[in-house]
């Protein structure tokens, strides 16, 4: 026998006891790895090099007031801009769902070419988009998801607008960090709103990150004072205004993640106080064969710390695998596109454990450590 | 009988507090104790019998006097020095037995080895050798719960002497046991005593346990009133 020996046999002495910790601190883990995941999969937009590239420019006003679309000839003259677009949402009900987890937007498919950077056509021909007015181009996810084909129609019935799409799909894209959306031809749209001379927001692209920041103020200046100013904005900072839109998310996860750390911590130290407190005499006896106390602290941390250290493997390692494996983004109808349990997130739930696993040992281990020999032979006799 | 004792009481008190009141559980006790001897310490409830098995094992400290154990003074070590100490010196033995229920009879007699040099080829010799010593050579694997009170006491025997100390205590360890099993113990502590030349010191109410060791010391209201 060896001392790790000795710390095994003692952590597994009351097997149901150890296994129900172990399976209460799996299940916290599991609990604080998804919501983790949760809070990055809604506060975090999908980011990628090539959108800090892109701007976005819509109404000062508001985000549901248009722009007039003549500002195209103005933006293009600014100084920085490689490509630009109108770029409107559309927000139809897809078939006959009531909410569609996919964005259709209108846009002018000759210029969203220079936008779509990271974008590749992996199915149809992108020219065969731009050719037909009523064609509409199609991320790869929601072509697999639908079960659809090149040649299939898409039919929008539109909520925003009072009008509904029939699209005919041309091309498929691949390769953006959200290969969900639909892009059809923003001339469709305004032909069946009776050409009002709007566009939602204004899609840039700029020549290099350095000079994105130049190059908002020049968009915002170029309208200031007129009866349509627009607010420009990085695709990041734009998106995250969406995410601002859902309330303090992140306060509210870190608030439940907080609970379910505390909840955790008070069942590890109430299982390793119960444990230690019913070994009072052994310990004692123990201390009269000679063992020191850091030695007995270590036995008490070893065994809370390996019964904490085992709920997170199991715990996190469960996370990962169900989140990985389980098709969130068809059982979400689309709310939950990624749900990635990364590397940090796993590093965090095994690092809550571990301070788990220590801190539950310190009280047991002071009221070891302060017990005297014959104290602790008395108390249990 | 060696003329240096191994154990060298002198003036020893021990006080305790209960809330307000100071109970005088040892007054001035001075006693030697000689290598090979089997002292008996018997006395009433409440005497001080334990009080001073425990002081002279290390476990407990005393108010005022000394205890010097083969020249040492053991109330000037400190807490980790004392751990130390009574690993090296002292074989405990205790009435419940006291074996760690998950650890087979070897491991238990194994526990003070782990905290030697010793390798674990060494330790396993030393531990066949102490539960040969006890009778219980062929019952090393076996679990606490799977002897009966004798035989655990029997191991307990064992895990004392495996680090060879000078002093043996033992704190009333037939208390629990059956008179054959009693009989079977105290006659290895005798044994210990007489062949091994270990110095036992035991605690016990029994009279007829008395008669195993070649001297009994009589405590009453925290004195030696007999020797």
């Not at chain 1, 270590?298 to 715990?315: D, T, W």
Request: hydrophobic share 45%; aromatic share 6%.
């Amino acid at each position: 026998m060896n001392l790790p020996t000795f710390v095994l046999k003692n952590a597994l002495r009351n097997r149901r006891r150890a296994l129900l910790t172990i399976i209460s601190v799996a299940i916290s883990c599991g609990l604080l790895v998804t919501l983790l995941t949760l809070q990055r999969e809604l506060t975090i937009p999908p980011e990628s090099e090539a959108a800090s590239l892109r701007i976005i420019a819509r109404n000062k006003v508001s985000l549901a007031q248009p722009l007039p679309a003549k500002q195209l000839a103005v933006i293009e003259r600014i100084p920085g801009i490689v490509a630009v677009t109108p770029f409107t949402f559309f927000g139809g009900n897809f078939r006959d769902e009531t909410v569609t987890s996919f964005a259709q937007f209108a846009v002018d498919p000759k210029r969203f070419q220079g936008l779509l950077v990271e974008g590749k056509i992996v199915d149809g021909s992108y020219d065969a988009f731009v050719a037909d007015r009523t064609s509409c181009l199609v991320g790869a996810d929601t072509m697999k998801r639908y079960g659809l084909k090149i040649g299939d129609r898409m039919k929008f019935t539109g909520t925003f607008f009072p009008v509904d799409l029939d699209l005919k799909i041309l091309a498929v894209f691949q390769g953006t960090v959200d290969d969900r959306g639909v892009f059809f031809h923003h001339k469709l749209l305004d032909e069946l709103n009776g050409d009002p001379g709007t566009v939602g927001t204004w899609y840039m692209r700029v020549e290099s990150a350095e000079v994105s920041n130049e190059v908002i103020a020049r968009v915002n200046a170029a309208f200031e004072n007129t009866a349509a100013e627009v607010r420009a904005e990085t695709e990041r900072a734009f998106q995250m205004g969406f995410v601002s839109m859902l309330g303090n998310v992140k306060m509210l996860v870190m608030l439940i993640s907080g609970a379910v750390v505390f909840t955790l911590m008070l069942v590890t130290i109430s299982t390793m106080s119960m444990a230690i407190r019913e070994r009072f005499r052994e310990l004692a006896v123990l201390k009269a064969l000679g063992f020191q106390r850091r030695e007995l602290f270590a036995f008490i941390l070893a065994e809370s710390f390996g019964l904490a250290v085992v709920g997170a493997v199991v715990g996190i390692g469960g996370a990962w695998g169900l989140w990985t494996h389980l098709d969130l983004q068809k059982l979400t109808s689309g709310f939950l596109l990624y749900f990635e349990v990364t590397p940090r997130i796993m590093a965090w739930g095994a690092a809550v454990a571990a301070v788990m696993g220590l801190v539950s040992a310190i009280p047991p281990a002071v009221e070891t450590a302060r017990m005297s020999v014959t104290e602790g032979l008395k108390t249990l006799d | 009988m060696a003329a240096e004792p191994i154990v060298a009481i002198r003036e020893l008190s021990k006080v305790y507090q209960q809330g307000e009141i100071n109970v005088t559980a040892l007054n001035e006790v001075s006693v030697d104790i000689h290598e090979g001897e089997f002292v008996v310490l018997m006395g009433p409830s409440g005497s001080g019998k334990s009080t001073l098995l425990h002081i002279i094992a290390g476990i407990d400290r005393a108010t005022k006097g000394s205890v010097l154990v083969q020249g040492i003074n053991v109330a000037n070590l400190n807490e980790s020095e004392l751990a130390d100490w009574r690993n090296q010196n002292v074989g405990f033995v205790f009435q419940s037995f006291n074996l760690i229920p998950v650890l087979t009879a070897a491991e238990n007699v194994e526990l003070p080895l782990l905290l030697t040099s010793l390798g674990r080829a060494e330790r396993r010799r030393q531990v066949a050798l102490a539960l040969e010593l006890v009778g219980l050579g062929d019952r090393g694997h076996h679990r606490p719960d799977q002897m009966s009170g004798g035989q655990q006491q029997r191991v307990a025997i064992a895990r004392a002497l495996v680090t060879d100390p000078t002093l043996i205590v033992a704190d009333e360890p037939t208390g629990n046991l059956d008179a054959k099993s009693a009989s079977d113990v105290l006659t290895i502590l005798q044994s210990l005593s007489r062949v091994s030349k270990k110095t036992v010191i035991m605690v016990t109410h029994d009279p007829k346990a008395a008669h195993f060791g070649t001297r009994s010391l009589h405590l009453e209201k925290g004195e030696i009133v007999a020797d």
